[in-house]
């Protein structure tokens, strides 16, 4: 079974930046795509950002694009968010997921890792 594991949230003030690493447990074969996820009190869980493993296509949500870029180390099986000029509206927990090939949607989850950006 695989696991991913989030690292590198934490409190910053609104304009600043971080960077968020997601890592797999092991090498998985039907590695699809890699995706970033967000949610935030009282609100529903949305979509940030995805990389596709193979050619490395990235996605964004309107939201963030521009200003957050997701990339991939293949070696190691990580995707990191960094995640540049942070408004409070990006406060939630954020969460890496795994879609593997063939699969209908994500369907790894991590226990996600909490930003907050203070005004």
């Known amino acids: 079974q695989v696991e991913v594991v989030e690292s590198g949230g934490g409190v910053v003030q609104s304009g600043g930046s971080l960077r968020l690493s997601c890592a797999a447990s092991?090498?998985?074969?039907?590695?699809?795509?890699m995706g970033w996820f967000r949610q935030a009190p009282g609100k529903e869980r949305e979509f940030v950002s995805s990389?596709?493993?193979?050619?490395?296509?990235?996605y964004y949500s309107d939201s963030v694009k521009g200003r957050f870029t997701i990339s991939r180390d293949i070696r190691k099986i990580a995707v990191y968010l960094q995640m540049n000029s942070l408004e409070p509206e990006d406060t939630a927990v954020y969460y890496c997921?795994?879609?593997?090939?063939?699969?209908?949607?994500?369907?790894?989850w991590g226990q996600g890792t909490q930003v907050t950006v203070s005004s």
């Open positions: 092991r090498r998985t074969l039907s590695l699809y795509a």
């Open positions: 990389i596709r493993w193979s050619g490395g296509s990235t």
């Open positions: 997921a795994i879609h593997g090939v063939g699969a209908n949607n994500y369907a790894v």
